[in-house]
């Protein structure tokens, strides 16, 4: 039906950057908010970066002046520019997307399968 695909993650010093991309593709209508998590280990998943389908944001205030999240409706992709790394960004990224499946009218969420970032000299 719908896949989400992930990729850019990878290995950094800190201070440098990585820019993440996410592209949703199968029967889909429309999709609404998209956005990335991560997850560190032995933490909880908790929200990177948000952005609705208008192009209004939101950020942890963690990342905030860091990273930047933006997208491509025509290609149905949802990108994060991570600059400044630091360690404790190490984690799997995870994209998300609220996404209407054709011939239906519920959104459903949809996740990506994770992408490890890791920030180390």
């Known amino acids: 039906q719908v896949q989400l695909v992930e990729s850019g993650g990878g290995l950094v010093q800190p201070g440098g950057s990585l820019r993440l991309s996410c592209t949703a593709s199968?029967?889909?209508?429309?999709?609404?908010?998209m956005g990335w998590y991560r997850q560190a280990p032995g933490k909880q998943r908790e929200l990177v970066a948000a952005?609705?389908?208008?192009?209004?944001?939101n950020y942890a205030d963690s990342v905030k002046g860091r990273f930047t999240i933006s997208r491509d409706n025509a290609k149905n992709t949802v990108y994060l520019q991570m600059n400044s790394l630091k360690p404790e960004d190490t984690a799997v990224y995870y994209c998300?997307?609220?996404?209407?499946?054709?011939?239906?009218?519920?959104?459903?969420?949809?996740w990506g399968q994770g992408t490890q970032v890791t920030v180390s000299s």
């Open positions: 199968g029967s889909i209508f429309s999709i609404n908010a």
């Open positions: 952005i609705a389908s208008g192009a209004s944001t």
């Open positions: 998300r997307a609220d996404i209407i499946v054709i011939l239906t009218t519920t959104p459903i969420d949809y």
